[in-house]
């Protein structure tokens, strides 16, 4: 009988509780694989719309393959417009991330085939809300800020139409490139907080609208997606380099956590800060000011030196730390920058409820359905007897 006693192993950690083909962090490595390749030779090579094509279609398309893709994605970016009214009811100051999860919730309103349980039905809702997902962002934003939102710009991309959805400006060659490698870099990363928490609603075999508005929620928290916000949060908040040391001895002495450094499963630098770090410092040289940047770079030394000297091991940083400053740089508000790991990461959700409702990797559980040990100490080793309310 020992074998059905339950393992306990906090968070998960180590323990593998599917097969997936869609991607593996290699944490001792720094390897990050999208169906094969590795993330870091695609970015700056291919574009976010043919890494979509990649996680959900599991090949790299040719040109046909992506044009269709782009055609189908292009016409499924405007919002409907009752959604577009019902976003303008909310109070101003709500949390955006609690606004996509919301027009997530609310797209499936508007699908009548919201129910049909295919492969085909799931793909097609794929497409709805990856190209979604960026109006929605951009339409509260501008709706926070008083103003009308844009319609989706067809003649752009999926990133150049954000940034442009965003600030009615369209982004110039570099810029778009810029944001398209960072949408490509956050689009899929196996089984972090947020995948893992569409994968348990899509095994239930709820639709993709449930299953990704768990994925939006999870995202949203401080130590997933939300890190990056709090990242630039922490920067403003230094204010200068000289004042790196301080910060640095003060957090450590307090328990507190240093944002956009140490990770669940890299055991050394996530491969996406390499391409992130210099692509903040092009962004700081063309605004003519690298002070962000700078920061960041000596933060890191000098909280890696910290951490090996009061913790006696290596700490390294993630996607986090450097996007931050990079989407900064770009203008983008602090608190849109957790929506825009969003905007990407719903390619990797979509692939991952995809996968495990019609294509799982062997082994995979019909239905998660972990065990906990109950530590409950109320009425001693018995059940509670009980009390009427007129006797308590
Ligand atoms: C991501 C994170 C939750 C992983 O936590 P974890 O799995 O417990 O990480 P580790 O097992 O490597 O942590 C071991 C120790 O380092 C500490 N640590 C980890 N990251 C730290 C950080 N950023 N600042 C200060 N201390 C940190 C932990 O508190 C723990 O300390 P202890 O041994 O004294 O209890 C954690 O690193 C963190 O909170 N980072 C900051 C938030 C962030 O950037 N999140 C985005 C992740 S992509």
Redesign the pocket.
Request: glycine share 12%.
């Given at each position: 009988m020992d074998e059905l006693k339950p393992i306990q192993n906090t968070g998960l950690r180590g323990v593998s509780i599917a097969s997936t083909k869609i991607s593996d962090v290699d944490g001792a490595k720094g390897k990050l694989i999208y169906r094969g390749y590795l993330a870091k030779d695609l970015a700056g090579q291919v574009s976010f719309e043919e890494a979509v094509y990649l996680l959900l279609y599991e090949k790299l398309p040719d040109a046909d393959e992506l044009g269709e893709l782009k055609k189908q994605l292009i016409s499924q970016r405007a919002l409907p417009s009752e959604l577009i009214a019902a976003l303008a009811t909310r109070p101003k100051d709500a949390l955006p991330m609690d606004i996509l999860q919301a027009a997530v919730a609310m797209a499936a309103h508007h699908d009548p085939n919201a129910k049909i349980h295919s492969r085909e039905a799931a793909s097609r809702i794929a497409i709805n809300l990856i190209a979604k997902f960026p109006t929605i962002v951009a339409a509260w934003d501008r709706i926070r800020n008083n103003k009308e939102p844009l319609e989706p710009n067809p003649d752009l991309d999926h990133a150049a139409n954000f940034l442009y959805m965003l600030n009615g400006v369209i982004p110039d060659d570099e810029i778009a490139g810029f944001f398209d490698t960072c949408l490509l870099l956050h689009a899929e990363h196996s089984f972090n907080a947020s995948t893992f928490a569409a994968r348990e609603v899509a095994s239930t075999k709820a639709h993709t609208y449930a299953s990704v508005a768990a994925g939006v929620g999870s995202l949203s928290g401080a130590?997933?997606g939300g890190?990056n916000t709090r990242v630039m949060e922490m920067l403003l908040k230094i204010g200068s380099v000289d004042k790196v040391e301080d910060y640095v001895k003060n957090i450590?002495a307090t328990g507190g956590?240093?944002?956009?450094?140490?990770?669940?499963v890299y055991q050394t630098d996530d491969p996406r800060a390499h391409i992130l770090a210099p692509m903040s410092k092009t962004l700081g040289e063309r605004a003519g000011d690298t002070k962000w940047y700078d920061l960041s770079v000596h933060l890191e030394e000098v909280a890696k030196q910290a951490f090996k000297e009061k913790?006696e091991r290596e700490?390294y940083v993630?996607?986090?730390f450097y996007s931050a400053t990079v989407y900064y740089y770009m203008g983008i508000p602090t608190d849109l920058f957790t929506p825009i790991f969003a905007i990407a990461r719903i390619a990797g959700w979509a692939a991952h409820v995809i996968e495990e409702q019609f294509a799982g990797a062997a082994p995979k559980p019909a239905l998660y359905r972990p065990e906990s040990d109950y530590v409950g100490d109320y009425c001693g080793p018995d059940e509670c007897v009980y009390v009427p309310m007129d006797e308590r």
């Open positions: 130590l997933h890190a450590l956590v240093i944002m956009g450094l140490g990770h669940a913790k700490i993630n996607v986090d």
